[in-house]
């Protein structure tokens, strides 16, 4: 198993910045990949962003390219995510993903609990 701890989120006006990290621990060896998903009220959850295992290859979905940049500490096994120019519709509970295949899946094999992003307007 693996275990996932965020921690970074928090209350901020729009165009401001926070970052994101989440702590693996467990048996991390198989993970190949990491990444980002958040759910809004009232919305499903949406994929943000994704690093490799090398840290080589980054994807982000559309909205966020230009302003968040995912990051990752190999040896630490922790991977960041610093937002920037944050706007209120990036208000969500933000969730840790690991996944055991090459690239996340919607369904990824593990979940953090989540951490509260919200941004005042």
């Known amino acids: 198993q693996v275990q996932l701890v965020e921690s970074g989120g928090g209350l901020v006006q729009a165009g401001g910045s926070l970052k994101l990290s989440c702590a693996a621990s467990?048996?991390?060896?198989?993970?190949?990949?990491l990444g980002w998903f958040r759910q809004a009220p009232g919305k499903g959850r949406e994929f943000v962003a994704e690093?490799?295992?090398?840290?080589?290859?980054?994807y982000y979905r559309s909205s966020v390219k230009g302003r968040f940049t995912v990051s990752r500490d190999t040896a630490e096994n922790t991977i960041y995510l610093q937002m920037n120019g944050l706007k209120p519709e990036d208000t969500a509970v933000y969730y840790c993903?690991?996944?055991?295949?090459?690239?996340?899946?919607?369904?990824?094999?593990?979940w953090g609990q989540g951490t509260q992003v919200t941004v005042s307007s």
């Open positions: 467990g048996r991390t060896a198989g993970v190949y990949s």
């Open positions: 690093i490799s295992a090398s840290g080589g290859s980054t």
């Open positions: 993903a690991a996944d055991h295949r090459s690239r996340l899946s919607i369904t990824p094999d593990y």
